[in-house]
């Protein structure tokens, strides 16, 4: 009996890539019928330069790029950012624009995988998280213990990951909506520290009622991993198509088109 042929140990790391690129093709040789949509939601707070509630943002930019690469739409909901990730949960929306890989997320969103592990060759941003306190203040920082804290660390609404981090560390925590909030807090003496991504705590250092009063801790906390995640329902029932837009926006991510833009989601 001839035994049919397995595919070479290549082709699993293959077929994403060739997927994204025959479903481009096809979608350019089929007949114009309206494109199938899909919804993402993104949340209602400007997160530079990922997403923008009122203008695209790095991660609505790419995942238009590659949906309507694949013949597809996309439609962007603004919500509220703890609804945004609920709603995806639920399948609600097919996309979460934007999302730190967090044990808490995991276990309820769907990011793209190699293997076991989260593929970061497919991350779409990557930025310094950092501490920002009051000039002359307690707090201090090492890269691997924190001391002297006194009040409680502030974090955006939001930034889960930031939540997750003073959670496994027993550090008393409160969200914020907004960063100029948070640093009048750490001047008022209403907060020992605030953790925020290192563009925005620079913003905040630029402004003339904050710079000279406030500073940033070195080392940096971590760095924040992003990735467009897909609802569990939608991974379900379009696994193939779900694995073909991961690929197309790390593709274009790394285009040279895209370095020749990036600077306007800043």
């Keep these: ?12 790391r293959l077929r994403p890539a060739l997927l994204a690129l025959c ?27 990922v997403s923008y509630p009122d203008r ?14 694949l013949g597809l739409r996309i439609r962007f909901a603004v919500e509220p950012r703890q609804r945004c990730v609920e709603s995806v949960a639920a399948g609600r929306y097919d996309w979460l624009a934007a999302a730190v890989d967090t044990p808490s997320l995991r276990a309820r969103l769907a990011y793209p995988m190699h293997g076991q592990q989260v593929d970061v060759r497919r991350a779409l941003t990557q930025l310094q998280v950092v501490f920002l306190a009051p000039v002359g203040g ?10 002297g804290l006194r009040g409680p660390l502030l974090y955006r609404n939001g930034h889960l990951a930031a939540r997750d981090w003073a959670a496994e560390r027993g550090v008393e925590a409160f969200a914020s909506v907004a960063t100029v909030n948070m640093a009048r807090m750490l001047l008022a003496g209403r907060a020992g520290l605030a953790m925020l991504p290192g563009n925005e705590a620079d913003a905040l250092l630029a402004q003339p ?29 379009h696994r193939d198509e779900a ?11 790394q285009s040279a088109e895209f370095r020749r833009i990036e600077r306007r989601f800043d």
């Design 138 to 147: 307690t707090a201090s920082w090492d890269g691997q213990r924190l001391s």
């Design 209 to 237: 009622e904050f710079a000279g009063r406030l500073q940033r801790l070195q080392p940096p906390v971590f760095e924040a991993v992003l990735f467009a995640v897909a609802s569990p329902a939608y991974l379900q029932t």
């Design 1 to 12: 009996m001839v035994r049919p042929r397995r595919p070479p140990p290549l082709w699993p």
């Design 243 to 253: 694995e073909a837009l991961w690929t197309a926006m790390s593709q274009q991510r």
């Design 56 to 69: 695209e943002g790095r991660h609505q930019y790419l995942l238009r790029e590659a949906a309507e690469r």
């Design 23 to 49: 479903l481009g093709a096809c979608w350019q040789l089929a007949p114009a019928n309206p494109a199938r949509e899909l919804t993402a939601c993104i949340s209602d707070l400007a997160f530079a330069p």
